[in-house]
């Protein structure tokens, strides 16, 4: 049973605007009047060309209005002909981006899934695309909320669940799931956008009897729960893999464990593997590698270069060549203490005393990582990749008696303290690092062509940082930002929205 | 140093399992060769519908979540269902010998038992698990090169302590210690004003602009972090920084010395 509200005037008002949609065409040159993804764009970077709000106004900026949901906002909203689409689990509302004003909002009854958080939706057409915590995929009425279909991604009742903002490429739609307390196959699945048929599944690591060319180890896991980047001249999408499980038993799957942790480039009309790179091999720690596989062309050394950047919840930042999966970089940008060092090709070396054991280890980062999935930005103009870090420590454990499935220890975290971190890509070296607090941050990174970088403090604190140095321009308090700052212009007026609390928080200059 | 009112639950929530199998009613157990030559079978007949693992597959349903595996006997419900199919469910009939269907029973219940013994959650600690220390050791640590004897005394604050925290607990509250009882100290902080009046308090909170205090009279003020200056004494701070120092052997040797502070 589903319950949609809505309200007749506004709905058919916007079903007139929706009446063009998203196609693969916008989705490569998205207008300034959206934010029609995830990412808001292919590359990942989190980064606007805006240049309406300046170091000099950015004192002035207001709210415009405010948009309270049921739920923590946790999720990047998309933005398409004026409508906001954010979600929660088991919600998208649709929100006038102008106003603030609810146009319709979808939910359903809880489910036994399990509920962890919601990354956000796709549009595509006419229609909304959410995932739900029992792992289904519902295609909604862009104009109405109404389910047009509804098809099972993967088996909840297996221990799957998803949080996953779908990816749009050409006529695919790119799923993935999550799924850490039992032994599963990382899969991702792409979907036929108009029928909901499952067009290919590309598994991180073999399911029981397919072989996939790729022997985990013994390894299940690697869930692709993050929403992936496109190079649309390369026709390859990059998507991070999640930990191998079971999650701190490292003993009964030995060796690298692909393909988890890694970042993986993919045909999105076949599924098939152009190649792999894994940031953490045999990983014990939890420290999946999904977090977003940056794009970015630029000079390297003085060389032009198509490279994917990301920051790992590992500690470690890493850029690659995009077209090979080679590595040009491998540098912390947090406190790590679970490596050797790093080998010829880029990856670190993980020190088996830092597995976890009976007694515990003292590891850093801890579980939550040195980052997790909230959005880095990458500006281009100082070559600077602006990143949420913590420098943390945990305890793991590990025993015989604690099995060979799902999570198999425990890992109680220490103590951590929260920064935003700038890292100049041609050599890791950390350029600035701001202090937000104690623990992880909770939010993500914008950054804009005036030198402006927005973010959010571990207080109540939105933050204006001028990008070049860190230093802070501007601040409010609107609440603590739970997710990525993003920004659009409607009717020649550039709006940065963000999720404070439960409220969609926009704001302009006068 | 700051210290922050939010728990970070994000990703450190209490995990849950797939959802449990219905349980098998009479308990049974077959031969490893039963099992083994029950898996080479059921690979080969039913893995295409029903996976190799009998976890189910694209078209046949998940066996170890089967009521009617749960229900069965031996065999007595599985075996008329194989050589008799299920039509109206698109299962064939299946001509095998009594013993090819017994070696499929066999392994339809080795893996419903492998799933009804899946816990996939987080796991528990236990003291007898942290005896791994040096207590002699951890004692010339705390009192030499770790520096804890700076701040602790085993014989006035930390007396005890091994009575009131054991195992895991004690080794959190000796890392970092922000919960359980006694409450630890808080930060000590001194404000100065423009106007040079001090006010001294405990700290109750700080960002990047605004500091506030709990005073002598246990009012709460604040302050925009410009208009004063800070003085403060954030014990955490130390055992932070601590944490970036300790060696495991170190760790586990201090909580072992703590542990015998009775």
Not at chain 1, 131 to 152: C, I
Not at chain 1, 451 to 470: I, K, M, W
Request: aromatic share 8%; charged share 15%.
């Amino acid at each position: 049973m589903r319950f949609v509200f809505g309200f007749g005037l506004v709905v058919s008002l916007a079903a007139i605007a929706l009446s063009q949609g998203v196609t693969p065409a916008m989705l490569l040159k998205p207008p300034v009047d959206s934010w029609p993804t995830y990412h808001g764009d292919y590359t990942g970077k989190h980064h606007s060309a805006f240049t309406q709000i300046t170091p000099a106004n950015v004192g002035q900026l207001t709210q415009a209005w405010k948009f309270q949901t049921t739920a923590g906002v946790k999720s990047t909203p998309v933005l398409v002909n004026g409508v906001l689409y954010v979600s929660a689990p088991d919600n998208v509302w649709a929100v006038d981006a102008r106003t603030g004003k609810e146009l319709w909002r979808y939910t359903q009854p809880r489910s036994d899934a399990f509920y962890i958080g919601h990354r956000g939706v796709a549009v595509y057409k006419d229609m909304v695309y959410v995932t739900t915590p029992n792992a289904h995929l519902l295609a909604l009425n862009a104009s109405d909320g109404k389910v047009r279909w509804d098809v099972v991604i993967a088996d909840s009742k297996k221990g799957y669940w998803s949080t996953n903002a779908p990816l749009v490429v050409g006529n695919h739609m790119l799923v993935g799931v999550s799924g850490d307390f039992d032994n599963l196959p990382g899969q991702l699945k792409s979907i036929d956008p108009d029928t909901g048929k499952t067009q290919w599944i590309f598994y991180s690591t073999p399911p029981a009897g397919v072989d996939t060319g790729t022997p985990s180890g013994g390894s299940t896991g690697g869930q692709m729960w993050m929403t992936g980047t496109y190079d649309p001249e390369l026709n390859l999408v990059y998507v991070g893999t999640g930990n191998p499980t079971p999650v701190l038993n490292g003993v009964m799957r030995p060796g690298d464990n692909k393909w988890t942790c890694s970042i993986v480039a993919l045909n999105p009309d076949t599924g098939k593997l152009a190649w792999g790179f894994q940031v953490s091999p045999h990983d014990t720690h939890d420290w999946d590698a999904a977090e977003v596989p940056v794009l970015v062309d630029a000079n390297f050394n003085g060389t032009p270069r198509k490279m994917v950047m990301q920051a790992s919840r590992n500690g470690y930042f890493f850029v690659l060549d995009r077209t090979n999966g080679k590595n040009l970089v491998t540098a912390p940008f947090a406190s790590v203490n679970w490596s050797k060092g790093i080998d010829a090709e880029g990856h670190p070396i993980p020190n088996s005393d830092k597995e976890p054991q009976r007694d515990g280890r003292l590891v850093s980062p801890n579980e939550s990582g040195a980052t997790n999935y909230r959005s880095p930005s990458f500006d281009p103009q100082s070559g600077l990749f602006i990143v949420s870090a913590q420098d943390a420590y945990g305890l793991y454990f590990f025993k015989p008696e604690h099995g060979d499935y799902g999570w198999a220890g425990a890992s109680p975290s220490v103590a951590g303290k929260g920064f935003i971190r700038a890292i100049d890509y041609q050599t890791g070296k950390i350029k600035w690092s701001h202090p937000i607090g104690d623990g992880a941050g909770t939010a993500g990174v914008l950054s804009t062509a005036t030198g402006l970088t927005f973010t959010g403090d571990n207080s109540v604190n939105l933050l204006a940082l001028r990008t070049s140095d860190g230093t802070t321009l501007w601040h409010s308090n609107v609440g603590r930002i739970g997710n990525s700052p993003i920004t659009y212009m409607l009717d020649g007026k550039q709006y940065l929205l963000v999720g404070a609390g439960n409220s969609l928080v926009a704001l302009a200059v006068p | 140093m700051r210290i922050s009112i939010w728990i970070i639950a994000t990703l450190l929530s209490a995990g849950q399992a797939s959802q449990r199998p219905p349980q098998t009613v009479t308990p049974q157990t077959y031969t490893p060769e039963q099992i083994q030559a029950g898996q080479t079978r059921f690979s080969s007949q039913c893995g295409f519908c029903h996976g190799r693992d009998a976890a189910g597959g694209e078209t046949g349903p998940d066996l170890t979540r089967s009521v009617l595996v749960a229900q069965d006997l031996r065999g007595d419900k599985i075996s008329p269902i194989v050589k008799m199919g299920r039509q109206e469910k698109g299962m064939p009939a299946f001509d095998l010998g009594d013993a090819d269907v017994s070696a499929i029973v066999a392994y339809i219940h080795d893996q419903k038992a492998k799933a009804e013994a899946h816990n996939g959650n987080r796991r528990n600690v236990e003291p007898s698990d942290l005896e791994t220390g040096n207590a002699d050791a951890g004692r010339q640590y705390f009192d030499g090169a770790g520096g804890c004897a700076k701040c602790h005394s085993a014989t006035g604050d930390l007396a005890g302590i091994g009575t009131r925290f054991q195992g895991l607990a004690l080794l959190q509250r000796m890392l970092y210690p922000t919960a359980g009882r006694p409450a630890p100290a808080p930060a000590k902080v001194t404000v100065k004003l423009k106007s040079d009046e001090t006010v001294a308090g405990t700290l109750v909170s700080r960002d990047e602009f605004t500091i506030t205090l709990k005073d002598d009279t246990g009012a709460n003020r604040s302050w925009p972090v410009t208009d004063v200056t800070i003085t403060m004494n954030d014990p955490l701070a130390v055992h932070f920084d601590q944490l970036g120092k300790y060696t495991d052997t170190d760790m586990h040797n201090v909580r072992a010395y703590l542990q015998t502070l009775r």
